[in-house]
């Protein structure tokens, strides 16, 4: 079974740092590329960051030189390390297959208070 779980979220100050987590069933983990997606209120989801099974790392304008993806292969994990916060990067944070395939999971909320 497909498992897509994230975790980290929570609030933060502007300028601050989070860094989230995204776990992933091992089949999926070793081929695909991982996004991780936000979708903050009363907008469209948009890709912020994706990594390669490779490690070759793509990210949204709005968060070069901020955010950094990276992925631990022993733990079928995905991580977003997000750094200097912006209000505007509040979101709820999911992450999934780029392009993605599967269903979205509950993702995890980031909120950046002022």
């Known amino acids: 079974q497909v498992q897509l779980v994230e975790s980290g979220g929570g609030l933060v100050q502007a300028g601050g740092s989070l860094r989230l987590s995204c776990a992933a069933s091992?089949?999926?983990?070793?081929?695909?590329?991982i996004g991780w997606y936000r979708q903050a209120p009363g907008k469209q989801r948009e890709l912020v960051a994706r990594i390669t099974s490779a490690g070759t790392t793509n990210y949204a304008d709005s968060v070069k030189g901020r955010f950094a993806i990276s992925r631990d292969n022993a733990k079928t994990t995905v991580y977003l390390q997000m750094n200097n916060l912006k209000l505007e990067d509040t979101a709820v944070y999911y992450c999934?297959?780029?392009?993605?395939?599967?269903?979205w999971g509950k993702g995890t909320l980031v909120t950046v208070s002022s």
């Open positions: 999934n297959t780029y392009p993605m395939r599967y269903s």
């Open positions: 091992r089949s999926i983990f070793s081929i695909d590329a």
